[in-house]
Structure formats: structure tokens, C-alpha cells
T-cell receptor, first 109, second 120 residues
Framework: SQQGEEDPQALSIQEGENATMNCSYK?????LQWYRQNSGRGLVHLIL?????REKHSGRLRVTLDTSKKSSSLLITASRAADTASYFC?????????FGAGTTVTVRA | NAGVMQNPRHLVRRRGQEARLRCSPM?????VYWYRQLPEEGLKFMVY????????ESGMPKERFSAEFPKEGPSILRIQQVVRGDSAAYFC??????????????????FGPGTRLTVT
């Protein structure tokens, strides 16, 4: 079974708006990572947050982690058309990454 | 510095044929991971290899699938006697070192562009 599960499955927003997606997981983790996948392409690593961290920023990205609730959120601020992609959370335990099914984000111009 | 390379990018095989997928990790990386992505799903871990060693193949189907990472050359994922259900995108990732319980360098893995296998 999948370790991470993203919510919502799909999200459509206007350019300039913020996009928020959530990830829940089941077991203890070393870290949680977010990846982006453009249609038909490989995965691009966005940000990693360790189990002892609560919040992390990278450019227009903000990630939170709540280990007590086993959940994480990814916020993309001031979205652009180029942010249109699928976003996956992945939990790392030892060396294995366990991915959710992803959130498909569409940014309308 | 070239990223993770995978070839071919697209592979079409008839049922019963063999598929060989290649992955060259990033320079300086000695750890390779293979993942499979079925349509509309996330990636599923298949196997973790270091040079000449299979460390964890718990995600590999027991039959028809094998992987290697020889001392010289790329890592190979081999699927024998392919069936339609093997149609998927196969991604390879590499990392410079094994992550240890959240300590040490970044735990990120660097992914290749994938090989899209279609079995007809």
C-alpha cells in the first residue's frame, strides 16, 4: 500500500493564486520530500524536510511537517503557468522512497 | 555535470520479448534505485543497488525481473517474457550516499527522465 497520499487529487487555480496540497502518511519517517513531474517527464526534487523540522521554505515553496498527525503540506505562492504539473510527496525510511499518487495542479493563465 | 541518463526513452516490445532498460547514474553516485510508475499512480520502489551488489530487491516481482549494476557500465533492469501489465514508465534514480536515519547529506534522489515501456 502507498505510504504517502496526497489531497486533493486535482487542483485548478488562476495564475497568481496560491496552491496548497496535503500529504498524509502511515509510518515513521526519516524525512519527507516533495517532487514535481511535468507531463511525460521525470521527477524534479523540490524540497526535503527532515522529521525534526516543522517548516521549510524554498523560493515560492513552503512545506510544513506535523509528525504527530503524520501529515505535510506544500504551498506554492503566486502560482505561474509553468507550475502546471503533478506534485508528489515521498516519505523516506532508510533509503526507500514511498510515493503517493500525486496532486495534479493546473494553473490557468 | 550530466544528470541521470536513461535509455531508451521509449521502448516497444511484443508480448514474450525481453526488455532491457539502462541507467547511468550521476557522476560520483554509486547508489542506484529503480522505480515503476503505472498510469495515474505514484512511483513504486523496485530495487536498490550499489556497484556489483543488490541491496534491496523487495519491490521487484519474483519472476521475470532482474537488475544489475556492474563494476563498469550502466545499471540494467531486465524484464523477460514481457506481458501487457509490464507497460509502465520505469525511472532510475541515483544518490551519492546512503541516507542514515535523517543524518548526513541530503536524502534526495536524482531521477532520470524515465523509460516508457509499451508491450503490444
Amino acid at each position: 500500500s502507498q505510504q504517502g497520499e496526497e489531497d486533493p487529487q486535482a487542483l485548478s487555480i488562476q495564475e497568481g493564486e496560491n496552491a496548497t496540497m496535503n500529504c498524509s502518511y502511515k509510518t515513521s519517517i526519516n524525512n519527507l520530500q516533495w517532487y514535481r513531474q511535468n507531463s511525460g517527464r521525470g521527477l524534479v526534487h523540490l524540497i526535503l524536510i527532515r522529521s525534526n523540522e516543522r517548516e521549510k521554505h524554498s523560493g515560492r515553496l513552503r512545506v510544513t511537517l506535523d509528525t504527530s498527525k503524520k501529515s505535510s503540506s506544500l504551498l506554492i505562492t503566486a502560482s505561474r503557468a509553468a507550475d502546471t504539473a503533478s506534485y508528489f510527496c515521498a516519505t523516506e525510511n532508510d533509503y526507500k522512497l514511498s510515493f503517493g499518487a500525486g496532486t495534479t495542479v493546473t494553473v490557468r493563465a | 555535470n550530466a544528470g541521470v541518463m536513461q535509455n531508451p526513452r521509449h521502448l516497444v516490445r511484443r508480448r514474450g520479448q525481453e526488455a532491457r532498460l539502462r541507467c547511468s547514474p550521476m557522476k560520483g553516485h554509486s547508489h542506484v534505485y529503480w522505480y515503476r510508475q503505472l498510469p495515474e499512480e505514484g512511483l513504486k520502489f523496485m530495487v536498490y543497488l550499489q556497484k556489483e551488489n543488490i541491496i534491496d530487491e523487495s519491490g521487484m516481482p519474483k519472476e521475470r525481473f532482474s537488475a544489475e549494476f556492474p563494476k563498469e557500465g550502466p545499471s540494467i533492469l531486465r524484464i523477460q517474457q514481457v506481458v501487457r501489465g509490464d507497460s509502465a514508465a520505469y525511472f532510475c534514480a541515483s544518490s551519492p550516499s546512503r541516507q542514515l536515519l535523517g543524518t548526513g547529506p541530503s536524502g534526495e534522489q536524482y531521477f532520470g527522465p524515465g523509460t516508457r515501456l509499451t508491450v503490444t
